[in-house]
């Protein structure tokens, strides 16, 4: 029973026995009506020992959540201040005192405002005037002082104390110590920025190992080339090829590795060119595997969607390095049978005039090779795995081809996926978005 009904029936309680009271000499002279009054009066007794009872109750309740809320007040870790209009401390917790290193008499009775850092002073007054009309403000940064000048950084929150009739009394502050947290952002930024310098180091050294690599690599191609051409015999012969080939492979190791690193640090842009996709397959994918596919014997055939335009606009090079990457892997890991290349348009974007030539092409290229486990599939896109060295163990790859096919292709805003059963062969997915070319350009080219 809240204290409002229980007032009421004291005061109804009390109104009828003023009534009675002031009837008495009346009551007195009608023997019968006497009788009845004594007995209403014996009620109205009864029930106000029955609310004095529920007052005492009531009270020890009050005094009970009063002290609980008092507790909380106190044990609170953050401090809790009440100020009143004027901002004046008008009380404060235990957390308050080991904040402001003050005890509880040099911290009352004083404005609030003399806590706080002096030149972020008129920012608070600017909080407290912003206060009058939004009611509360939550988790604004500023700085208290504490004695010698001490600077102590804190996150605050403040609400208004409205009394019964919506007026406001006062204000409720919560001012939390955010020392620590400060200390650890700082900590954390600065091991970013030790992270960031160290990748720095790692890119550049990775980039001038590759380089000062590759640049005596050049005239070994060069020289052993030029042995090829001439009259060797069978033994020499076979010891040049075996210099040309381990040297391509190492210079192929290294551009990969120059890829890996350009992608991973962000240095790395797509380009935007027109080309045909008909050729860039035929002519340039396909010419570098003919002489390995006539040596295997394997049959190899490619197909392109009609729909797909002739001339599409993107980036010729990367899209040559995702297909030649994909083909090498199934030509290397196909010893019988066939590799099939095709080329289908899935979807065309039309959610704006500014994208409205996008087109989305979906890659398959399928094999009839050693086939990928399932266990093998979940991880065959991460640079240097387990199923990456196994590939390196018995086929002579470097881990890093897929892992970069895979960043490629996400970098056209497309994916890669692989379906594929053991000794049975596989099919590498893949999509990209392209740009149909316009028809002025198409004219030109």
Not at 88 to 96: D, G, R, S, V
Not at 287 to 304: C, R, T, V
Request: proline letters at 2%.
């Amino acid at each position: 029973m809240n204290m409002l009904t229980m007032n009421q029936k004291i005061n109804d309680a009390q109104n009828h026995l003023d009534f009675l009271l002031e009837r008495t000499d009346q009551f007195l002279l009608q023997p019968e009506l006497l009788s009845t009054v004594l007995e209403e009066l014996s009620i109205a007794v009864e029930e106000l020992q029955v609310q004095h009872t529920e007052i005492i109750a009531t009270r020890q309740e009050l005094e009970l959540q009063r002290q609980y809320y008092q507790d909380l007040f106190e044990l609170a870790p953050d401090s809790y201040i009440v100020t009143d209009l004027q901002g004046l401390i008008q009380e404060c917790n235990q957390a308050t005192q080991t904040l402001l290193n003050l005890s509880d008499n040099f911290i009352k009775n004083k404005p609030l405002a003399v806590f706080v850092k002096k030149t972020e002073r008129k920012n608070f007054r600017h909080k407290l005037n912003k206060l009058k009309a939004v009611k509360q403000l939550n988790n604004w940064e500023t700085s208290l002082e504490r004695k010698n000048d001490q600077e102590i950084p804190v996150m605050i929150s403040v609400c208004t104390i409205q009394n019964s009739a919506q007026e406001t009394i006062g204000m409720r502050w919560l001012i939390r110590d955010i020392t620590k947290t400060k200390e650890q952002q700082l900590s954390l930024e600065k091991a970013k920025e030790i992270a960031e310098k160290g990748k720095e180091m790692q890119d550049t050294f990775i980039t001038n190992l590759s380089y000062e690599v590759r640049n005596p690599l050049t005239p070994i191609l060069g020289f052993s080339s030029l042995l090829l051409r001439n009259k060797l015999t069978q033994k020499q012969r076979q010891y040049v090829e075996h210099i040309d080939t381990n040297s391509r492979k190492l210079l192929t190791l290294f551009n990969q590795i120059l890829d890996f690193s350009k992608i991973k640090s962000d240095r790395f842009e797509l380009q935007r060119m027109p080309f045909n996709l008909k050729v860039l397959i035929e002519e340039d994918c396909l010419h570098q595997f003919e002489h390995l596919i006539e040596e295997k014997n394997l049959h190899l055939s490619y197909s392109i969607d009609p729909q797909i335009p002739k001339i599409l606009i993107g980036d010729k090079i990367r899209l040559y390095q995702i297909i030649s990457n994909l083909l090498s892997n199934a030509v290397n890991f196909t010893e019988k049978g066939s590799i099939k290349i095709s080329v289908t348009m899935i979807q065309e974007d039309q959610l704006s005039e500014v994208n409205s030539n996008l087109i989305t092409l979906k890659f398959s290229i399928q094999d009839t090779g050693i086939g990928i486990s399932p266990e093998q599939i979940e991880s065959i896109f991460e640079h240097f795995t387990q199923t990456q060295n196994m590939i390196l163990n018995q086929y002579g790859k470097i881990g890093l081809g897929l892992a970069i096919v895979k960043i490629l292709c996400e970098k056209m805003r497309g994916k890669i996926w692989v379906e594929s059963t053991v000794n049975q062969g596989s099919t590498f997915f893949f999509t990209v978005k392209l740009k149909k070319m316009l028809n002025s350009l198409r004219d030109q080219c």
